[in-house]
């Protein structure tokens, strides 16, 4: 006794009964009216979607008695043999075990000879891009010119591994994933003819949990009447398939929305191997809400019932959509892991909705940024030990003044400086404004109008201290501090620096850009902020054009930049405009020496 399998007996046998594929349907049925069948097709799409049918559809439309005609009569002797897979005009070829250069050089031998029967002679080659890259080159010039008896019907379901030159010679044709509703009619035509008396709800559970395959909705109907009989119920599916459909998937969401770690667990099913499944599921219901929620309840590309739109657009809009799509990314890079590690697919998902579970899960990028914006802005007077800015300059700005936290000036972390040469210290991170040590050692030479070089001389000595700031608020700790800092080298007083640099210089081409766009432009292009302490702002530029340098060495707009770098720190700042290229050439190779020993730049305080 042998049994047909739903999903063969009721294959399409015309195109008529092709469901969810009626571009495909039509597009082939006019080029056979219209005799402008070409000579090689490509089917592209996923599994079930009816690839290899189209193609037998197409062998039939050629080859019956009739035709080439658009509707086969189906009981010629070709349509027979076609459908049976006895016709010797039909050649059906699997290209994941035929997939040799060998196996293509037999099949373009055989091209030369004439059909025996049939009108053409037909090769289908399911799974096509499992062919090697050698039978693929031997498969180009006669896939290109084939003889005017041969036909080419190519399938695959993974279209981006066929060649380009492959894809070139052919006419391709995209089958599409059969919608729920489609499949679900589909069943119940076939329940029907079966005589089988199945719940209200089988046929749309069955439908979703196939995926947009047909073939895998015949296959489960299959099997649920094997097990339950010809009265199934939507319960017995749950005992057919562990993935749990998508009552499941709706009540781990809503664990998931809940944060409930403990319930997401509880309510996966006791037995393992549906967690692919699973995740497909889930995937197919947060797209659902993700669309609802972006599109609205009206969304077409969304195949639900009203009811159900509304209980997922709701669900949705309650989530947010910026969790809805991290909970997708995570879902899909848990489907990779399952796929690398199928015999620990328990442990990715469980590990997967874990995460999802967590409630910080629900801030987005722009509450996390404003949140760390707040967090620095108040421990930003902690920095400097009092709660109270340095000043930068001799002054020390004010809270009233508006300048940002991140921009007041804070004391150097206390490090150990490195040493240069002869056993002095000097600072070890930014390129120091004036040399900080050794002033009488490393004299400067001087230049005359005439060109000769003059006596060395000594270096300017670096502003006085005030004695206040000195000054410990404890008398009695007042001797040993003072002895502290008498042994201190003068290279290791730590000199007040500006925090947050990068924002200090956008708020100054902001406010610069008000009184002199094009000024600020240049800046921001050519020029950058290297360093901002005592009070003065050094700025470096490179690859000034000639007009840009005239306005860069304009007083007045030296002063401007000073003046709007002042209000935007509330505090008095100095900015210096330092062509790098102009300051090679006039360096000569002493004050090169002195400025590359301590790591800065050598300036004319006179």
């Not at 009816?50 to 035709?67: E, P, Q, S, Y």
């Not at 289908?124 to 039978?135: F, G, N, P, S």
């Not at 009206?298 to 509304?310: C, M, N, T």
Request: proline content about 7%; overall charge neutral; glycine content about 8%.
């Amino acid at each position: 006794m042998s049994y047909l399998v739903l999903a063969r007996k009721y294959r399409p046998g015309t195109f008529a009964d092709l469901v969810g594929q009626e571009v495909v349907a039509r597009t082939l049925q006019g080029a056979i009216e219209e005799q402008r069948v070409g000579h090689a097709y490509l089917f592209c799409g996923p599994r079930g979607t009816g690839k290899t049918t189209t193609a037998r559809l197409v062998a039939k439309a050629l080859n019956c008695v009739h035709g080439p005609t658009a509707n086969p009569c189906g009981t010629c002797e070709h349509c027979l043999g076609i459908e049976k897979g006895s016709d010797p005009d039909l050649i059906e070829m699997d290209a994941a075990s035929n997939r040799r250069i060998e196996d293509v050089r037999e099949l373009r031998e055989n091209v030369a000879y004439a059909p025996m029967k049939a009108r053409f002679k037909v090769y289908i080659v399911d799974e096509v891009h499992m062919l090697t890259k050698e039978a693929f080159n031997a498969l180009l010039k006669t896939l290109e010119e084939p003889p005017r008896h041969v036909k080419f019907l190519l399938a695959t379901t993974d279209p981006q591994k066929v060649p380009a030159t492959i894809l070139s010679r052919c006419q391709i044709l995209r089958l599409a994933p059969l919608a729920e509703a489609v499949i679900a009619a589909r069943l119940e035509h076939v329940f029907a003819a079966e005589g089988v008396a199945a719940e209200a709800g089988v046929a749309l559970e069955i439908a979703r949990r196939a995926r947009g395959g047909m073939r895998d909705a015949l296959s489960m109907a299959d099997q649920l009447l094997s097990l339950v009989g010809t009265r199934p119920q939507v319960a017995d599916l749950e005992r057919l398939a562990a993935d749990g459909g998508a009552d499941l998937a709706d009540l781990l969401l809503a664990r998931l929305a809940a944060a409930d770690r403990a319930g997401v667990l509880a309510a996966l099913p006791v037995g393992e191997g549906g967690e692919p499944e699973l995740v497909g599921t889930l995937l197919d219901r947060l797209r659902a809400m993700l669309l609802l929620a972006l599109l609205g309840r009206d969304a077409v590309v969304v195949a639900l019932d009203e009811g159900e739109r509304a209980a997922l657009h709701e669900r949705a809009a309650a989530i947010g959509t910026a969790r809805l799509a991290a909970w997708i990314e995570e879902l899909v890079l848990a489907r990779e892991r399952m796929a690398r590690l199928p015999s620990h697919a328990r442990v990715v998902l469980e590990i997967a909705l874990l995460d999802m579970a967590r409630p910080e899960s629900g801030f987005s990028f722009a509450d996390l940024e404003r949140r760390l914006v707040a967090l620095e802005t108040r421990l930003a007077p902690a920095a400097g030990g009092t709660g109270t800015a340095p000043a930068v300059g001799g002054v020390r700005p004010a809270a009233a003044a508006g300048a940002p936290d991140d921009l007041l000036p804070r004391p150097p972390a206390r490090e150990a400086a490195p040493r240069a040469p002869g056993g002095r210290a000097y600072a070890s991170s930014e390129p120091p404004a004036r040399a900080p040590a050794a002033r009488d050692e490393l004299p400067r030479p001087s230049t005359s109008p005439a060109g000769t070089r003059s006596a060395p001389a000594p270096l300017p000595a670096s502003p006085p201290r005030s004695r206040a700031a000195a000054e410990p608020p404890d008398a009695d700790l007042a001797p040993e501090r003072e002895t502290e800092a008498e042994q201190r080298p003068p290279s290791d007083v730590p000199r007040p620096r500006v925090a947050g640099h990068a924002a200090a210089w956008e708020g100054f081409l902001q406010a610069l850009a008000k009184t002199s766009s094009s000024l600020a432009d240049t800046l921001r292009a050519r020029g950058r902020l290297s360093d901002l302490a005592n009070g003065r702002a050094l700025v470096l530029l490179s690859n000034l054009r000639e007009a840009e340098r005239v306005a860069i060495s304009d007083a007045q707009n030296r002063r401007r930049c000073s003046a709007v770098f002042s209000a935007v720190l509330g505090a008095t700042v100095e900015v210096v405009l330092e062509d790098q290229a102009a300051a090679r050439k006039s360096r000569d190779p002493y004050t090169g020496k002195v400025a590359e020993l301590f790591g800065g730049r050598i300036e004319d305080e006179g």
